[in-house]
């Protein structure tokens, strides 16, 4: 490969596996050495001086401002990673970050899409990934020459000094021998699982494990089993307390394979394979020329800087990595500091932006909703599917520094865990008062006025405030006059626990009745309403009791009524993705949004997708968004990365003709 720039690294961080790094930038082809950065400017004089490196910085921000920098090796500890990383990222520099590469997968995927945003490569330093004799192995599994896999069984530990102020026995550090060194074997079963299975790197699909947690909190030792697909069985062993083998072994229908050191490849010897097979007798395969692991890492990120990732180890390997780490961690019942509610940190830094974080996001759109005096974010953050703290608070930094401030929970979502987790979320970060809350409550078979105050009480415990920005009854019960509902939420925004209120899922006959009812008795009324509404028809109802806002009745009310609406499903649950005649493997999508004018819809909004060079998802959204009356999507991401998608949503504008031609399908005068 041709005109491969050499890179210009920084060091951030001046510890052992710093010196390490150093020593290798000798050996590198497209690399060199331009400064290294300490948090005491002391400490960073006398590194740059052993390792004859031009500027010492006292400080990480000044490394990562500095212009003579192209890309930076990050080797602090491990809670450290996301925050510089993703600064890094921001100031426009390539990263290196030393494994693992955060602390957990949410935090991860922060990472990596703040690479994806701002065009740098993001490799997680697993130098032995880009050795040769790695490759080699991986050649030998899939050549089939030990048969079909069965088992692999790796290990990497060590005994250290066992000081309780070291950083491997510091659970406030990341301590411990999982996260330590414990994602060697684990990265390599998934490897080598991949490789047999023919799908580059394999994920489990269980994992069980068990360890011992020492005095300081951390793991000293651990093992786990990890089962693939087609029986493939990994044994995978760790620890920070006592030695181990260190090595590893792969055992097929027709033979083994064995590496004795596979992870600290000595750059002065040669890498060795022994490879037995069935009935023949054993052979050991050198493996090229000596060379040093964390050189051939410094040359493949610049040989790979503009595609961003290095095949060797790709971020979704990364993400990968760290679920699998997760799950063993879980398994012990190991949980870092820095993960708990009350001591963790925002996933993108030490504070929270108000604005979104890079100019090549989308700005966030903002809209009113009467009987509020902030601002209200046109997409609404859905808050039902973040069990563990860590997810939420991983997924909702991400959307508050795009400048989105209204969340959407329920009473009834995962038993509270989820207002459980917000309420948490918004007192740590200290954003409660810049956050519209959506709360829900009385849902069938509660849907009874005196409800009403009962679960509200119980939801803003929850939550950790005094009040709920937008309240909606999250089913309506025709049973019940329309005026006994009313009242009792009128009573709610008399008392300061309520600013607005409305209804999800209520009929366009119920509202303008409860409306009717409001004016004539000199309550406060409906201004927000959380009905379905997406481009797609809904077909059938996703759930019982569920209403849309699809008809040209329902929204031409809403239009006249001057009510906000909060649609649900507003993207059709992955219909203008996954759409299609012939994929029927998902039954709720065939069932709710599957018809001949859905599928013309879908065709209309991947022409104008493909003219405005986005995807059809982001049209569909567009749509709702462009509506003549006040819309605030509710969207339901699981990743930061789903978020991502959605948001992209904001930066399509769409005609009157256009979207006419969505709909309808009627020819397009005007383009936007």
């Given at each position: 490969m041709t005109d491969?720039?050499?890179?210009?690294?920084?060091?951030?961080?001046?510890?052992?596996?710093?010196?390490?790094?150093?020593?290798?930038?000798?050996?590198?082809?497209?690399?060199?050495?331009?400064?290294?950065?300490?948090?005491?400017?002391?400490?960073?004089?006398a590194f740059a001086a052993e390792f004859t490196i031009p500027t010492a910085h006292g400080s990480y921000e000044a490394l990562l401002a500095d212009p003579l920098v192209d890309a930076v090796y990050i080797a602090t500890p491990h809670p450290l990673h996301p925050r510089w990383a993703v600064a890094a990222c921001e100031a426009g520099k390539h990263v290196l970050c030393e494994k693992p590469i955060a602390l957990n997968a949410w935090q991860a995927e922060a990472m990596v899409q703040a690479a994806k945003e701002h065009g740098v490569l993001l490799m997680e330093a697993y130098m032995y990934r880009c050795h040769p004799q790695t490759a080699r192995m991986v050649e030998l599994i899939r050549s089939g020459i030990i048969g079909e896999v069965r088992v692999i069984r790796t290990s990497f530990g060590f005994r250290c000094g066992g000081e309780p102020t070291s950083r491997l026995m510091d659970a406030a550090l990341g301590g411990g021998g999982i996260l330590d060194v414990g994602g060697y074997p684990v990265s390599f079963a998934r490897l080598i699982a991949g490789a047999a299975l023919g799908c580059g790197v394999a994920e489990p699909v269980s994992v069980s494990g068990a360890g011992h947690l020492g005095a300081t909190g951390i793991d000293e030792h651990a093992s786990a089993v990890l089962r693939f697909a087609n029986g493939i069985?990994?044994?995978?062993?760790?620890?920070?307390?006592?030695?181990?083998?260190?090595?590893?072994?792969?055992?097929?229908?027709e033979g083994s394979i064995h590496l004795d050191h596979p992870w600290t490849h000595h750059p002065?010897?040669?890498?060795?394979?022994?490879?037995?097979?069935?009935?023949?007798?054993?052979?050991?395969?050198?493996?090229?020329?000596?060379v040093d692991a964390y050189a051939c890492e410094i040359d493949l990120v610049a040989v790979?800087?503009?595609?961003?990732?290095?095949?060797?180890?790709?971020?979704?390997?990364?993400?990968?990595?760290?679920?699998?780490?997760?799950?063993?961690?879980?398994?012990?019942?190991?949980?870092?500091?820095?993960?708990?509610?009350?001591?963790?940190?925002?996933?993108?830094?030490?504070?929270?932006?108000v604005l979104p974080i890079s100019a090549c996001r989308p700005a966030m759109l903002y809209g009113r909703v009467a009987g509020l005096d902030k601002p209200v974010s046109r997409l609404v953050?859905?808050?039902?599917?973040?069990?563990?703290?860590?997810h939420g608070a991983a997924v909702w930094d991400d959307f508050f520094e795009r400048g989105g401030n209204a969340f959407d929970t329920a009473y009834g979502y995962g038993g509270g865990a989820m207002e459980q987790?917000?309420?948490?979320?918004?007192?740590?970060?200290?954003?409660?008062?810049?956050?519209?809350?959506?709360?829900k409550g009385v849902h069938t078979p509660e849907c009874f006025p005196d409800r009403i105050a009962t679960q509200l009480t119980v939801s803003l415990e929850r939550l950790r405030t005094s009040y709920a920005d937008i309240y909606l009854m999250h089913r309506d019960n025709p049973d019940v006059p329309v005026g006994e509902f009313v009242d009792a939420l009128d009573a709610e925004v008399r008392a300061g626990r309520v600013r607005a209120f409305g209804g999800s899922n209520w009929s366009r006959e119920r509202v303008l009745a409860a409306n009717a009812y409001a004016k004539a008795k000199d309550r406060r009324g409906f201004t927000a309403l959380s009905n379905q509404l997406s481009l797609a028809r809904m077909v059938e109802p996703v759930w019982k009791g569920c209403f849309s806002a699809f008809d040209a009745a329902s929204r031409q009310t809403?239009?006249?009524?001057?009510?906000?609406?909060?649609?649900?499903?507003?993207?059709a649950r992955g219909f203008f993705l996954r759409g299609d005649p012939a994929f029927t493997g998902d039954?709720?999508?065939?069932?709710?949004?599957?018809?001949?004018?859905?599928?013309?819809?879908?065709?209309?909004?991947?022409?104008?997708?493909?003219?405005?060079?986005?995807?059809?998802?982001?049209i569909a959204l567009a749509w709702v968004l462009h509506q003549p009356f006040a819309t605030f999507p509710l969207i339901g991401p699981r990743t930061i990365a789903e978020t991502a998608s959605s948001c992209a949503g904001l930066a399509v504008t769409l005609t009157a003709a256009e979207s006419t031609f969505l709909e309808h399908g009627a020819t397009m005068t005007q383009r936007g």
């Open positions: 491969i720039q050499t890179l210009r690294w920084g060091i951030l961080g001046a510890g052992n596996i710093a010196k390490k790094f150093a020593r290798a930038m000798a050996k590198a082809k497209h690399g060199r050495l331009a400064a290294v950065a300490s948090r005491g400017a002391d400490k960073a004089k069985v990994a044994e995978v062993a760790t620890g920070v307390r006592l030695n181990r083998e260190n090595d590893a072994t792969i055992v097929g229908t002065k010897a040669t890498a060795r394979i022994e490879i037995r097979v069935n009935g023949k007798e054993p052979r050991v395969e050198p493996v090229g020329d000596a790979h800087a503009a595609q961003g990732q290095v095949p060797q180890m790709t971020w979704d390997d990364s993400l990968g990595q760290m679920r699998t780490l997760d799950r063993w961690r879980e398994a012990i019942g190991l949980t870092y500091p820095a993960e708990r509610p009350e001591l963790s940190e925002p996933a993108r830094g030490g504070t929270l932006r953050f859905g808050c039902d599917n973040q069990r563990e703290f860590r987790n917000l309420g948490l979320w918004m007192e740590r970060r200290g954003v409660r008062e810049q956050c519209v809350v959506l709360a809403l239009a006249d009524a001057g009510i906000a609406l909060l649609p649900w499903s507003s993207q039954a709720e999508l065939v069932r709710c949004w599957y018809g001949e004018d859905n599928f013309a819809r879908l065709a209309r909004a991947k022409q104008l997708a493909a003219a405005k060079g986005v995807l059809p998802i982001h």
